[in-house]
């Protein structure tokens, strides 16, 4: 069974910074590329960031390049978002997920990140 | 960008309706489109992949139709357990969500 768990969220001032983790089982790790997607509170889902299944490549939307890398440990199954100078707008719920061909069919539970002095 | 527009926003149905709701891509993306459902609480749930594609264990009552810039999600006869947000999502090249549907049961 494919389980993704994420970890890592809680309250954090503006312009702090925060890593989220997110330990996948039940798969072979190295063979997927890995997303992270956001939801804010009472919104829709946003993509935040994605990673190849070797890591060597990653991809981002305009409102966090620069601010937010992700990256992978394939012997550890872990992926993770590194949030750097984080705004109030960055609050939501992260969601670790992992593709089939043609959608996101694996999600964790998620992990809250409150941007918050 | 691609621009991911869904309506209505909300819809309040009936037991045992079919009810129908709109993806519109703001290019051509082909079949490159994917729906999910989210109720309140959870991680969202795939539907559908390659806009007509039902993923696994997802009851027959959901439908999912379109090309290029113009699509939708269908449920017949719409149960109660139904009633949730339903996001569409552009796949590949900077996934993209549209702002979702809300489905209310009356």
């Known amino acids: 069974e494919v389980q993704l768990v994420e970890s890592g969220g809680g309250l954090v001032q503006p312009g702090r910074s925060l890593k989220l983790s997110c330990v996948a089982s039940g798969f072979t790790f190295n063979n997927y590329w890995m997303t992270w997607i956001r939801q804010a509170p009472g919104k829709g889902l946003e993509w935040v960031a994605s990673i190849t299944n070797t890591g060597g490549s990653t991809y981002y939307p305009d409102s966090v390049k620069g601010r937010f890398t992700i990256s992978r440990d394939n012997a550890k199954s872990t992926l993770y978002l590194q949030m750097n100078s984080l705004r109030s707008e960055d609050t939501a719920t992260y969601y670790c997920?992992?593709?089939?061909?043609?959608?996101?069919?694996?999600w964790g539970q998620g992990t809250l990140v409150t941007v918050s002095s | 960008n691609i621009v991911m527009t869904q309506s209505p926003k909300s819809m309040s149905i009936s037991v045992g309706d079919r009810v129908t709701m709109n993806c519109k891509a703001s290019?051509?993306?082909?079949?490159?489109i994917a729906w999910y459902q989210q109720k309140p609480g959870q991680s969202p749930k795939l539907l559908i992949y390659y806009a007509s594609n039902r993923y696994t264990g997802v009851p027959d009552r959901f439908t999912g139709g379109g090309y290029g810039t113009d699509f939708t999600l269908t449920i017949n006869s719409v149960q109660a357990e139904d009633a949730a947000f339903y996001y569409c999502q552009r796949i590949y090249n900077s996934p993209t969500f549209g702002g979702g549907t809300k489905l209310e049961l009356k």
């Open positions: 290019q051509n993306v082909g079949n490159n």
């Open positions: 997920t992992r593709e089939i061909a043609g959608g996101f069919a694996y």
